[in-house]
């Protein structure tokens, strides 16, 4: 596709349970960002990745958020246990180089119950 | 430390009506780079504007104006005569190119447009 596509769109989690969110960049996009967006609140940076190498992590909350792009394309975040402080729109960005317009998906949005 | 204020949360106007929506920035970086996103209610950021810290020319694109002052650090973003298809949610977001180069945004609060028929 010509966009950023996230998958799913709507994640309903029982509390404690595991999830996976994935993010297909734009086809040759080195950067690749997550972001957390709460409700009512602007996105807020989790992790960064250059190609597949993570840069930058130090927007994840906790020790139970993880991230990977092993192949330097998709993306996936992975919420371990989650908790319902973790029920937010979860969007993903790529741009062709740093700085940069960053081209975002339509989001996951997250509710843990 | 690097952020952006939003500080109107909310604005209302009637179609036709020029709005101005504000954003203040603080950075320590030299160089940065500011920038305007639109979310719509499908939930897709779109992006509007970039503009870098050493560009200081305002801009007009069609409907939409923006005035970059670094005396003030505002980057405020006017819509001319608004029209309904302009109702969003405003963010502006700044990146800099100081020790985390990552290009990752900071983003304000946001601000929510509605425009009235």
């Known amino acids: 596709g010509a966009g950023v596509s996230q998958s799913p769109r709507y994640k309903v989690a029982k509390r404690g349970q595991d999830v996976a969110l994935r993010c297909d960049p734009i086809?040759?996009?080195?950067?690749l960002f997550w972001y957390q967006q709460a409700l009512g609140q602007g996105p807020e940076f989790l992790t960064y990745f250059q190609n597949e190498a993570q840069l930058d992590k130090s927007g994840l909350p906790s020790d139970r958020f993880f991230a990977e792009r092993p192949e330097g394309s998709v993306s996936t975040l992975k919420i371990q246990r989650t908790q319902q402080e973790d029920s937010a729109v979860y969007l993903c960005a790529s741009s062709h180089l740093r700085n940069t317009e960053a081209f975002f998906g339509q989001g996951t949005r997250l509710t843990v119950v | 430390a690097q952020k952006v204020t939003q500080a109107q949360t909310e604005i209302s106007v009637v179609e036709k009506e020029d709005v101005t929506l504000d954003c203040v920035y603080e950075?320590?970086?030299?160089?940065?780079?500011l920038f305007w996103y639109k979310q719509p209610p499908s939930g897709e950021l779109v992006f509007l504007i970039r503009?870098?810290?050493?560009?200081?020319q305002n801009e007009i694109s069609g409907r939409y104006s923006w005035n970059f002052q670094k005396s003030t650090s505002s980057f405020n973003f006017t819509i001319t005569a608004s029209q309904v298809v302009d109702s969003a949610v405003y963010f502006c977001a700044l990146s800099g190119e100081g020790s985390s180069n990552t290009g990752k945004l900071i983003f304000g609060q946001g601000t929510t447009l509605q425009v009235k028929p």
């Open positions: 086809s040759g996009h080195v950067s």
């Open positions: 950075t320590r970086d030299t160089t940065y780079y």
């Open positions: 503009r870098n810290s050493f560009d200081e």
